[in-house]
């Protein structure tokens, strides 16, 4: 039986009969749903899933007229970063970043980047942040925003004031770490607006959240309270909220955003609460399982993220970068797994952006 | 990432329109479809052509909303995004941050 040369969730090179990516398709479709409570992609859109995954050529594309902007994480720290951020360790200054992304990577947007890429550590330079900004907007034509990751995590100690809630939890202090959770979710709304407003003020097209939600639920509350307070004080600022995961942790269980319990939503679900915050564009996850192939890796993102396209009055940006949005969990995830992957989500989930 | 991203599906960003949609996405909120009919009708062309760099080439140049090769005597950075603003009927805040620079005087 002749087998399709495809990828696992890895990166690494797999062969597939047609009846395994068939059921890998009908597996990945079948987990998203039943874990977000949602429909799963139709049996036409399967099988043109299964053309996707199975055609010969290294690299696939959307047909002509159905290209989408395209929007980024880290900015200028995937040319000068380490590979901490996948960058490529090129010592240049931020405004060669956006400009090579501009005029020779055909970037349809892009952001600028702190290189610890997290509103805490922002504070301490933000006048250098500004002042890059408008170095960098008086020469790019692109929308350019600020980037950065809310971050929760780096506000509890030893990194922050406030006392871990897993350790709290360990020694039973269940109340305690719920609190330091709300308390250091506070702190982050207001530090959100803080560097926001100021990113602002210096010209920024708008500011990407993202990896929202990486600290679990609080990390999310705290980042739709910034957005909201961001919000009110800039109302023609452009706002994006992206996701860390496919499903908010419940690491506090209980704490809501207008009176609503954010732990273990779905991306259909938190698109409303960005909605809510006044975002202007929402980044769906998928997270990518390791163990599986790409076709069941991508039927599963498709699924979650056309539900979440359904339902949303955002466009979405769909996050596919390594280990998100089907794409495997590598460094540098192959070109033909990727390609895949964008002309699934574009055809099939009707993303707007990726 | 971001290449295989492009050639897959991407705009192309001032190699065709794909800026000028994404502007109407993050400022509007506009979804794809709505978008690229907006700059379309701003640009006299067909939402087909905004990713056609053929077409979108020359009227970029001749509109002076920035190109993507380094051709001297054309707008650029801010000069450029102004003659955005003026197409899309937008407001870009670097824009009106030159203009508030500039009554400082």
């Known amino acids: ?354 | 990432m971001s290449i295989a991203h492009f050639v897959s599906g991407g705009m192309g960003g001032i190699r065709t329109a794909g800026d000028l949609v994404a502007r109407m996405e993050f400022g509007k909120s506009m979804r794809i479809g709505k978008a690229k009919d907006y700059v379309a009708k701003k640009l006299g062309v067909t939402a087909f052509d905004l990713s056609d760099e053929y077409v979108m080439r020359e009227l970029r140049e001749d509109i002076g909303i920035g190109i993507i090769t380094g051709a001297p005597s054309t707008p650029k950075g801010i000069a450029a995004k102004i003659n955005i603003e003026d197409l899309l009927g937008i407001k870009i805040n670097s824009c009106e941050k030159f203009r508030q620079y500039r009554a400082r005087k």
Request: with cysteine; charged share 20%.
């Open chain 1, 1 to 354: 039986m002749s087998k399709f040369c495809t990828r696992n969730g890895d990166g690494s090179t797999i062969y597939q009969t047609k009846e395994e990516i068939i059921q890998a398709i009908a597996d990945g479709a079948a987990d998203a749903a039943d874990m977000g409570g949602i429909k799963e992609i139709t049996s036409n859109e399967m099988e043109h899933l299964l053309e996707i995954i199975c055609t010969k050529n290294r690299i696939v594309s959307v047909e002509r007229g159905f290209e989408v902007p395209l929007s980024y994480d880290v900015g200028q720290l995937d040319m000068t970063g380490d590979n901490g951020n996948s960058g490529g360790g090129i010592p240049a200054s931020r405004l060669n970043g956006a400009l090579v992304h501009e005029r020779a990577l055909c970037s349809d947007t892009f952001e600028l980047a702190h290189s610890d890429y997290s509103i805490k550590p922002v504070k301490p330079v933000i006048a250098n942040e500004m002042n890059d900004m408008e170095v960098v907007q008086n020469n790019v034509i692109i929308p350019y925003f600020y980037g950065a990751m809310p971050n929760l995590g780096t506000y509890f100690k030893p990194d922050g004031p406030y006392d871990n809630p897993p350790d709290l939890m360990r020694v039973f202090k269940i109340e305690e770490a719920q609190q330091q959770a709300e308390a250091a979710a506070h702190t982050l709304a207001r530090d959100i607006e803080y560097v926001a407003t100021k990113i602002d003020s210096a010209g920024s097209d708008g500011f990407n959240f993202d990896t929202t939600g990486a600290a679990g639920d609080a990390d999310f509350v705290g980042t739709l309270l910034g957005v909201e307070a961001f919000r009110k004080s800039c109302p023609e600022a452009n706002i994006m909220v992206g996701m860390a995961g496919e499903s908010v942790m419940g690491i506090h269980g209980e704490i809501e955003y207008k009176g609503q319990i954010v732990a273990g939503t779905f991306p259909h679900q938190q698109v409303k609460f960005a909605e809510k915050a006044g975002a202007n564009v929402f980044g769906p996850v998928s997270n990518t399982n390791t163990g599986k192939s790409l076709a069941w890796n991508l039927a599963r993102a498709v699924t979650f993220v056309k539900a979440c396209s359904e339902t949303s009055n955002l466009p979405l940006h769909v996050n596919m970068g390594m280990g998100v949005g089907g794409i495997p969990m590598s460094e540098t995830p192959p070109i033909d797994a990727v390609t895949r992957c964008t002309k699934a989500m574009i055809e099939i989930a009707k993303v707007d952006g990726i």
